[in-house]
């Protein structure tokens, strides 16, 4: 296997050295700046002890999941009916005991690995809308061709690290079935790391047998090459569907995320500091049962906290309390020792609009300065997770590559201090011709693709457009020059297959 | 003069009230968080001696200032021509000698004074824009009641806590005679904190004068009630209209901030450390000057740095490197000992679209997580400050609503951990109707009247509005329901003849 996966030279190194023409590699972030804390040590401890009171006194269900309760039973937690009752710590001390503190997803192509965890930060599509939307033709419901753009785009982006998991609902194909070939577009058009499918644990264990195929099943063996969002139904449920799925990839020794998804004032109580504590309890469950099933299988632990309107019920994003959430959680992940995962750039917006620009900044930001490893929805997000929008995700990949230049901090080098340039200029007289400026110009300052800085006259004169109609040319042009990265064809051919003859071994299906 | 100050009851107390009960008053926010540090203190320490030697082996210019080479020479300065080396450490021994580290701009209505320095944020309106934007009628030139709505919309706010200055030139009045029109039309139609004239220097003695009429001469001998904004002429050089106009306020002991205005790559050396030391050092001899003339005047340190696109030196905003001089210079100004002024809602965007979001936003992290005392173009600002728009306006002050709950912090109180209710709820019930929910929705979260946060179907049938178009709809409601606090009529009557015997007193002039 690992004979065949290795390139074979002629078409493919021609379209290897096209793609490192113009696709410049970005592996991952790394973050030299400390977070910012919301909270002192001592309210951190604050919200780790309510959360073991919740775990101890209240306990978490496990629907329909029988397995678990057996496995947490034997780990000596008090189980009644559904309802597991943790004594104080247990579950703190199973996943501090094995799951690692980082670890690393292989990519198709080895220059796109990820480290999650430490000082990492990943930038990941958004992830599971049923509509898409472009400024052509309007929201509609998602296709496979469309889940196929966005694995392009991501791949084409210098700034989004992963090739992400269902960048939206392939609603053209059965629900059943569909997941291959989400999960082909993602190995055979990108390169970079991928989410496998959890809407049922054959379904994850299909996730796995398509990796193997393509990595080697001893590269699988070894290596995280999965990685999966596990959702719990908060507040305080885990659901056997998402639990079966997670099991499945640990027992593979893949990596999940176990995310509680909170929508504050109706899964949790409204304030932050409850928020806060009920996510950490739900996902030390189910990160517990994760290091149960597999001791030392890579575990993320997961937040995604919305508020709401309190008035409608409906959820709203880019505000105030879910940033302090974040933060929060952040911080509490780090005392944990766990990767994790939160962010994006979230809105309830339905267009690319001013709305949805400020809504994502809001979250983007705390996901940043928290310290957040792993960011999915950091890009394309619109309407509270229902739409993809391809010029939302253009204008989202453009704030992710500011986050680049910011998080190396300020340049101290003798460069960067530039004080030769100072003692060698007058009061008075620009830099613009003074040689450091010459030497420096090219990579001085971030330079956005989208943002129009031209004068009035000359954006007027060039059709007074918005953002999103410039994003609008950015994502066709994309689109049109993106070649896939080299596949062996005999990997190609045996995924093919693969897929060919699971499809016609059982009826479609819509559930 | 106190006396006919005093509030005379009738239509004046019923107008104070009908404002108690539409407008929340916020005199202005306080951050309960430790800033983000983008430098250790070593490394602020290196941009402090950076500073230094500028100051002392390249020096600053002051044109057309004989006062100030004198008042330099005097202190110890090496002055040659208009060039003033400063002996190491001179400067910033002058200010921390005497500059207050906070002082207190007292308002018209003393309920909205504001605190300059500690964790006070004072959040103000752009400031200098020739043109004004609104949807209705696009961008055209400002006039004076474009003028006297933005000081309506400002007061009407309650997430703005100053009136500002120049809101928008009034470019239907006369260059020489519009400042009486701008410092009435604060002084009148509002009562929150405002700026002063700075375009000349006795333009700046005719508002300390119309101050004077308004406030009592007593009360502005003994207080600040006027804040002024002075630029230097980077790099290095300051000028005499901007310096007259400091020492006019100074000598009246009111405030003003000296702020390098800094495209970086043009008027400073393309980096992040070399804008810092920069911008430290202009600022530092500015602030020197004015402890000159006045020790103890209150003085601001200001920083206004925008990155430019080196292709076309247009400038531009919202990039990660004014960020980190932003987060750079606060932390610099609290090693001072003085208040500090940057940030804003900045933006090179034409429209309220996207980018006027994403790169506003991009701004207010930064000036709110570093820690800044006063935000000038906290509102309005578009197309790099030559605009004002209306709608942005609106959209800008809803993030700065945002930001009042964000400072507080995380509630740790019994209330805000709610244990109590995780308590009194089964794992799989919402916490909808929950007695903690029921006595916390109205307060739970932020509320932004202007996010549309409902369904597709909702918004769409609602005339699938943007939020800018949403906006439109709110800065008109705000103007037509406006009313002007009340003012003793006596006082209106003075200040109305002053300006018309000041206006008689020498014909119009356009410089």
């Given at each position: 296997m690992t004979e065949t996966r290795r390139r074979s030279g002629g078409r493919a190194a021609r379209q290897a050295a096209r793609m490192h023409a113009h696709v410049e590699r970005v592996p991952f972030l790394t973050r030299t700046l400390a977070p910012l804390a919301v909270l002192s040590e001592g309210g951190l401890a604050t919200l780790e002890g309510n959360a073991e009171r919740i775990l101890s006194e209240v306990g978490v269900e496990f629907h329909d999941a029988p397995d678990a309760l057996e496995r947490f039973a034997g780990a000596g937690a008090d189980v009644k009916g559904e309802r597991v009752r943790f004594p104080h710590g247990l579950c703190r001390s199973l996943v501090q005991a094995t799951a690692p503190e980082q670890f690393t997803q292989v990519?198709?192509?080895?220059?796109n690995d990820v480290v999650f965890g430490g000082q990492g930060t990943i930038f990941a599509p958004a992830y599971g809308s049923p509509f898409v939307r472009d400024?052509?033709?309007?929201?509609r419901y998602g296709t496979i061709e469309d889940f196929r753009n966005f694995v392009r785009l991501a791949n084409a982006s210098p700034w989004l690290h992963h090739s992400g998991g269902t960048v939206c609902e392939p609603v053209d194909l059965p629900v059943n079935k569909r997941h291959y070939d989400m999960v082909a577009a993602h190995l055979i058009l990108g390169d970079k790391p991928f989410m496998g499918s959890v809407t049922h644990p054959q379904r994850a264990r299909d996730t796995v047998d398509m990796a193997r195929i393509v990595f080697g099943a001893d590269v699988v063996e070894q290596n995280t090459v999965v990685f999966s969002l596990i959702n719990a139904n908060s507040p305080l449920v885990w659901d056997s569907t998402m639990l079966g799925a997670a099991q499945a990839y640990a027992e593979a020794n893949q990596a999940v995320m176990m995310t509680p998804f909170i929508l504050a004032g109706a899964m949790s109580p409204a304030t932050v500091a409850a928020t806060a504590a009920q996510t950490l309890a739900e996902s030390l469950a189910g990160m517990a049962y994760v290091q149960l099933v597999r001791p030392g299988a890579p575990v993320v632990l997961g937040s995604f906290a919305s508020s709401m309107s309190m008035q409608s019920g409906a959820p709203t994003f880019g505000t105030p309390e879910p940033a302090l959430v974040l933060y929060a959680m952040a911080a509490l992940a780090r005392r944990l020792g766990v990767p994790f995962r939160s962010g994006g750039a979230l809105t309830a917006a339905k267009i690319p609009d001013a709305q949805a620009a400020y809504e994502s900044a809001n979250t983007m930001q705390p996901t940043m300065l928290g310290g957040t490893n792993f960011v999915l929805h950091a890009a394309g997000w619109l309407e509270g997770g229902l739409t993809m929008g391809y010029e939302k995700f253009v204008l989202d990949a453009d704030q992710l590559g500011m986050w680049h230049s910011f998080a190396r901090g300020v340049d101290l080098s003798e460069n960067g201090q530039a004080l030769d340039a100072f003692l060698t200029n007058e009061p008075g007289t620009h830099f613009l011709g003074h040689p450091h400026t010459l030497a420096n110009f090219e990579t001085a300052f971030y330079r956005s693709p989208v943002a129009d800085n031209s004068s009035f006259e000359q954006w007027e004169s060039e059709g007074a457009n918005d953002a999103a109609q410039r994003a609008n040319a950015q994502w066709k042009r994309a689109l049109a020059e993106y070649e896939p990265p080299p596949l062996d064809d005999a990997i190609r051919e045996e995924l093919d297959e693969w897929i060919e003859q699971r499809k016609a071994s059982f009826p479609d299906s819509d559930v």
């Open positions: 990519a198709r192509n080895r220059a400024l052509d033709d309007g929201r």
